[in-house]
């Protein structure tokens, strides 16, 4: 073999090695950040914005309540203000849940709300419009670096009713308009389920922890795994 030949198929082996090695160093780099960039990691507080779904009502105890199911599982320390037959105008009151839930300088919040605001949206929809609007705003504006969940209304029904299809209009939009992640899945979990409730509506213990797998479910689809707590 001429000499310049065996240099070149040298030179040629040696680019090969360093390739190889360069790409495998790549992928153990792109390995590492997807395993420790999760977004909300173990030890991260989670606030739950909602009414009497999220607060547990038909759990046999508040640790069944699908927030402290999925807070549990992922290591998370869970602040849930949530209150029965609430809404964004319903049943307010003097209650400012926004502000103990930026208080509480969450990681993660999850907006379950809106339900009990669906008789409102023919006779006062601007209202219900507006305070949806001003409580992601004011959600945002307390926590800029939080992730920010809003969730469909959840619903027993395969046909969504116009109201809440005028619901889930507002709370997708306003949810872009402060960078927050719109998820419609929630919409259809509890159709065909009611043996996941106490009533039709109500989650029992079956229905919280399968509505966890599904919260989990979607936030591995977002954010990738989460390591273990």
Known sequence: M??????GLAALATMLLLATACSAQAVATEKQ??????????????????????????ATSPEQRWASL???RRGWTEVNPSIPGLGFVQARGGLDLPAQIVEARPD???VTLGINDLWLVESDGASVETAIASDLERLRAGVPDARILVFALFSPLAAEP????VMNGWLRASAAQVGATFVTKSSHWLVDRREW???GIHFND????AIADLM??????????????
């Open 197 to 199: 409730t106490v009533d």
């Open 216 to 229: 989990d479910a979607e936030l591995r689809r977002l954010f990738g795994p989460s390591p273990a707590p």
């Open 108 to 110: 993660v919040v999850f």
């Open 70 to 72: 999925l807070s549990a």
């Open 206 to 209: 079956a229905g919280n922890a």
């Open 2 to 7: 001429p000499r310049r030949w065996a240099r």
């Open 162 to 165: 116009p109201q809440a299809t």
């Open 33 to 58: 950040v997807r395993e420790t960039s999760d977004p909300v990691p173990a030890g991260s507080v989670a606030a739950f914005y909602g009414d009497s779904l999220t607060m547990g009502l038909g």
